[in-house]
T-cell receptor
C-alpha cells in the first residue's frame, strides 16, 4: 500500500474549527488531487495541483484551502466556512506527460464534525 | 464542464453470471476512461482503462467498451466471483487538463 499516504485515518472536529488533512507521496508524481466522497455521490474534486506552488479549484472548492510547497506534499485545510464537512476525503496523485495516466489513491481520512 | 452519469446504482448478480455497468459522458473532448474498484473501507484502485483511440479492451474477466459517437462506455465482468463485490466507479478525463470526473458509483453484490 505504500506510495501515497494520508493522515490521520479518523479525525473529529468541533464546529467552527479549521482542520488540516495530510497527504504525502513518494512516487515522484507531478500532479496531486483532493476528492470528497459522500454516499451516493461518487468522488467530487475539491482542488488539484500539477506543479509546486500552483493549484486549481475543482468542482467543490468552497470552504477548503490547499498548499503545494513541496512536490511530495499536498495538505488540505477544511475551514469553518465549509457548511457540511463530515465526509471521507481521498488524496490521489499521478504522473504527467504523454496523456493521462492512472491516479493512485491514498487510504483516506474520515472527518466527522461533532 | 464534464458530466458523467453511471447506471445502475446497485446491481446484484448470481455468482458465475455476467455484470454490466454503463456510463455516459458529456464532453466530446474527453479521451481517457478509467474504471476503479473500491472495496469496503479501502481506497479506489484502477482495474482497467481505455483511451479514445480504441473501442474495446479486455483483461481476463474484465472488459471495457467505448462508443465515442454515442458518448458512452461500459464495464463488463464475466464469470463473477464473490471477490468482485465492491463499488465500481467510472470516470472521464481529458489529457489537456489532467483531471477526472467520476460517476456516482455502482454497488455490485455477487450472490453465492
Amino acid at each position: 500500500d505504500g506510495g501515497i499516504t494520508q493522515s490521520p485515518k479518523y479525525l473529529f472536529r468541533k464546529e467552527g474549527q479549521n482542520v488540516t488533512l495530510s497527504c504525502e507521496q513518494n512516487l515522484n508524481h507531478d500532479a496531486m488531487y483532493w476528492y470528497r466522497q459522500d454516499p451516493g455521490q461518487g468522488l467530487r474534486l475539491i482542488y488539484y495541483s500539477q506543479i509546486v506552488n500552483d493549484f486549481q479549484k475543482g468542482d467543490i472548492a468552497e470552504g477548503y484551502s490547499v498548499s503545494r510547497e513541496k512536490k511530495e506534499s499536498f495538505p488540505l485545510t477544511v475551514t469553518s466556512a465549509q457548511k457540511n464537512p463530515t465526509a471521507f476525503y481521498l488524496c490521489a496523485s499521478t504522473s504527467l506527460g504523454g496523456g493521462q495516466d492512472e491516479q493512485f489513491f491514498g487510504p483516506g481520512t474520515r472527518l466527522t464534525v461533532l | 464542464g464534464e458530466n458523467v452519469e453511471q447506471h445502475p446504482s446497485t446491481l446484484s448478480v448470481q455468482e458465475g453470471d455476467s455484470a454490466v455497468i454503463k456510463c455516459t459522458y458529456s464532453d466530446s473532448a474527453s479521451n481517457y476512461f478509467p474504471w476503479y474498484k473500491q472495496e469496503l473501507g479501502k481506497r479506489p484502485q484502477l482495474i482497467i482503462d481505455i483511451r479514445s483511440n480504441v473501442g474495446e479492451k479486455k483483461d481476463q474477466r474484465i472488459a471495457v467498451t467505448l462508443n465515442k459517437t454515442a458518448k458512452h462506455f461500459s464495464l463488463h465482468i464475466t464469470e463473477t466471483q464473490p471477490e468482485d463485490s465492491a463499488v465500481y466507479f467510472c470516470a472521464a478525463g481529458n489529457s489537456g487538463n489532467e483531471k477526472l470526473t467520476f460517476g456516482t458509483g455502482t454497488r455490485l453484490t455477487i450472490i453465492p
